[in-house]
């Protein structure tokens, strides 16, 4: 090999065509990133090179540099006692960077300096070749399963720094009570505020209740259906309790029956919110021109105003129905299943100024595709359909090639500390159908566009397609996400008021 006056190697000629196409293709690379004063095919002197090529070698270098270290740190990862969980609080980040106390138990600081580095280096990569938008990369996925038994439809309502659940029990209404959402299940008081009579046409099947504070005393709207008649006799019932200003757990409960004036059709999921000044009831029910021969392959939303929290001032009125694809479980065998149910009111934490509406379940729930999605109020008369606004892609579901949980769906919402949580069911088995059914939190980011869930969530396992940089951003992404996993179950838990002390 010689040297040209420039002090760089030249290309030696070579007997072998083939050999010096390698080479001239290895250093062409080389110079192509490191050398700007030089011409990229030809290895010679060239012009001097312009602001816009010096800005374009310039970020070529960033990108290689950043590879390297990312890749370095995917390979070498994090040592036993140096996690993020160790070193959770008194963090902060800057471009990417954690500054801290360097403090734990014997581990080199070198060590974690040059970890806080390559890690901080590595986020800044998965957000260079991330093909996802701004606000999946500020959200905090962290999935929390807060029981170990089947709750479905979980309800929670928070009441003087006490969280109440409620849950489908089937055959009676019950309340756990604690001042941990995370540790509901070992530390809660059990309340059983109702078991209907048997033999009446409210004493089987008892779906979804749902305690609410509604002018001043505390009410629980629920479904039931005759045992005689099953599930084709579902209508929604009114338990009165104690006053609002009471623990709804000490007080006598009575039965009030129906709700006066609501329509005679199969109805379930009934729900109470105030909306201007005034108080609605949403629910799911059958067609209402189908109550002659009723179908179960459709249910719609429906709304309509109270009164009071019995009684009925308005007829009841369509404001969703199932339309797009993935609000629709086809059997396969010609049957489909358009289903919208599980309505519940949220509001963004700013008063409902960004956002308010109602969240919905939707597809089959018996089946993975649960999932759920959003209709948004946008003005005008609750009870005109045009005041509601349905989102074209679900708020959250399972992804499709997940590893869970599976079928999100029929969520409440608590606020905490500024905070929005969601409380849903889903199952750990894409096969549990209806069993299993246990109550999971997780945060709702409200941007721009409306709530925020991650679209889907569960380790995706399918093998990315694609080129180099596609193949890395995935390897990138999990590693950064199974990192923070600990820490953001770790803040969930802590938000939702957890007993269990962290070493």
């Known amino acids: 090999m010689v040297y040209n006056r420039k002090g760089l190697l030249d290309l030696d000629p070579d007997p072998d065509p083939s050999h010096s196409r390698r080479q001239l293709t290895a250093r062409s690379t080389f110079v192509r990133l490191f050398v700007p004063s030089y011409n990229l095919t030809h290895l010679t002197p060239s012009r001097t090179p312009t602001a816009a090529t010096r800005f374009t070698l310039f970020a070529s270098r960033v990108v290689v540099v950043l590879t390297l270290v990312a890749v ?26 954690r500054h801290q106390p360097i403090v734990n138990r014997g581990v080199p600081m070198l060590y974690i300096f040059l970890q806080d580095v390559l890690t901080g280096a590595s986020r800044a990569l998965t957000s260079l070749f991330s093909l996802e938008n701004s606000a999946t ?10 029981t170990s038994v089947g709750t479905p ?16 029990a089937g055959n009676r209404v019950e309340i756990w009570s604690s001042s941990s959402l995370a540790d509901i299940e070992s530390s809660a008081a059990r309340h059983v505020i109702w078991t209907p009579p048997q033999g009446t046409d409210h ?51 009575e ?78 065998n010609g049957t489909d299943h358009g289903i919208n149910e599980g309505p519940q009111f949220l509001s963004s934490p700013d008063g409902g100024i960004a956002w308010r509406g109602l969240v919905y379940s939707c597809a089959g ?25 349905k989102g074209e892609e679900p708020l959250v579901q399972t992804r499709k090639h997940g590893t869970g949980p599976f079928g999100p769906g029929h969520g409440s919402f608590v606020t905490l500390g500024g905070e929005v949580v969601a409380i849903y069911h889903a199952t750990d088995s894409p096969m549990d159908g209806w069993d299993n059914r246990r109550a999971r939190a997780q945060r709702v980011l409200f941007t721009e566009e409306g709530p925020y869930m991650g679209r889907s969530f569960g380790m995706d396992t399918s093998r990315p ?39």
């Open 72 to 97: 370095f740190n995917l390979f070498v990862g994090a040592k036993p006692n140096c996690t993020l969980a160790d070193r959770h609080t008194e963090t902060s980040i800057v471009w990417g960077i």
């Open 137 to 146: 990369m500020q959200y905090d996925n962290s999935t929390l399963t807060i």
């Open 153 to 168: 439809d979980p309800f929670v309502t928070l009441f003087r720094g006490r969280y109440y659940l409620t849950f489908t």
């Open 203 to 253: 004493s089987a099947d008892l779906w979804a209740p749902e305690l609410h504070a509604v002018h001043g005393r505390w009410y629980v709207y629920y479904a039931a259906a005759n045992p005689a008649h099953g599930n084709k006799s579902h209508r929604m019932y009114v338990l009165g309790g104690p006053p609002a200003s009471e623990d709804p757990c000490r007080g006598q409960w």
């Open 255 to 332: 039965f009030l029956g129906r709700i006066v004036g609501m329509p005679d059709h199969w109805a379930i999921d009934g729900t109470v919110f105030e909306l201007n000044g005034d108080i609605y009831f949403a629910y799911s029910g059958w067609p209402l021109e189908d109550a002659e021969e009723p179908s179960d392959l459709i249910q719609q939303l429906f709304i309509l105003k109270l009164a009071d929290p019995t009684s009925a001032a308005s007829a009841a009125v369509v404001i969703s129905a199932p339309q797009h694809p993935w609000e629709i479980t086809r059997e396969g």
């Open 365 to 389: 729930s018996w089946t993975h595709e649960y999932k759920m999605g959003l209709l948004q109020y946008i003005g005008g008369d609750p009870l005109d359909p045009e005041s509601w606004r």
């Open 465 to 503: 397609e694609g080129g180099l940089v596609r193949r890395l951003k995935y390897r990138l992404a999990r590693s950064t996400r199974s990192k923070y996993e600990m820490a953001g179950e770790k803040g969930l838990r802590i938000l939702l008021g957890s007993r269990t002390a962290y070493n």
